[in-house]
Every structure is written in C-alpha cells, then in structure tokens.
C-alpha cells in the first residue's frame, strides 16, 4: 500500500508543478516516474504477483478509471509537445482527478474487504 501512496504523491506533485509552472520539466519528470510506478503495480496486479499490493481487485469501474487515467496522461504529453498548454494543464487535472476517484475506490473496497475477511 505504500507504493499507492509514493504514487499519489508523484501525481499529485507532478499536476500542481504542471499547472503552477506551466507545463515545466521538472513536472513531466514527475508525472512520468509516478506513471512507470503505476503501470508496473498494474502489471503486478495482472499477472498476480503475490508481492505486490493489490488495489481494485475484482471492480470493474476501477480499473476503467484507471485505464482511463492512463489514457489521459498520454493525451497531455502529446498537447506538451504541442504548444498547447493551457489545454496540457487542463487534462493533466482531470486525469490527476480521475486517477484519484480511483484511489479513493480502490481503498474503500479494500479495507472493506479487508475488514469483512
């Protein structure tokens, strides 16, 4: 679980850097490692290693939420690239959003799940 929060805290930096310094580097970098870090735990999660956290296990909305965070961060580094900006910090927003309905799910159903076991 601690990894979902080194996540979350590679997110949540990386879209306050993004809008506040307009689309910087710096937030690209973040935003980017925060990215490998979360498609590897999904990678985990698929092949079923017993290391790893598991995190939405078993919900559907979830994991479409996620995939369509994923889909999101890579729609705003392509307008990145572009000259595109405003619309850049616009989604990184709502994907950063997106991700973290996600995450809060994902938990709920967890420690549910945890408690009723």
């Known amino acids: 679980m601690l990894l979902y929060v080194f996540i979350l805290l590679f997110y949540a930096s990386g879209t306050w850097l993004a809008i506040s310094r307009n689309g910087s580097e710096l937030s690209l970098w973040i935003l980017a490692f925060g990215i490998v870090l979360d498609l590897a735990m999904l990678y985990f999660d698929w092949t079923g290693a017993t290391f790893a956290p598991r995190l939405g296990e078993g919900d ?6 996620r995939l369509i965070g994923f889909f999101m961060w890579g729609v705003a580094f392509f307008l990145r690239v572009l000259p595109k900006i405003d619309s850049f910090k616009w989604l ?18 967890h420690y549910r799940k945890k408690r009723s076991a």
């Not at 559907?60 to 939420?65: D, G, Q, S």
């Not at 990184?92 to 309905?101: K, P």
Request: net charge positive; with cysteine; charged share 10%.
């Open 92 to 109: 990184v927003g709502i994907a950063f959003s997106v991700w973290l309905v996600f995450f809060v799910r994902s938990l709920c159903l």
């Open 60 to 65: 559907l909305a979830a994991k479409v939420m």
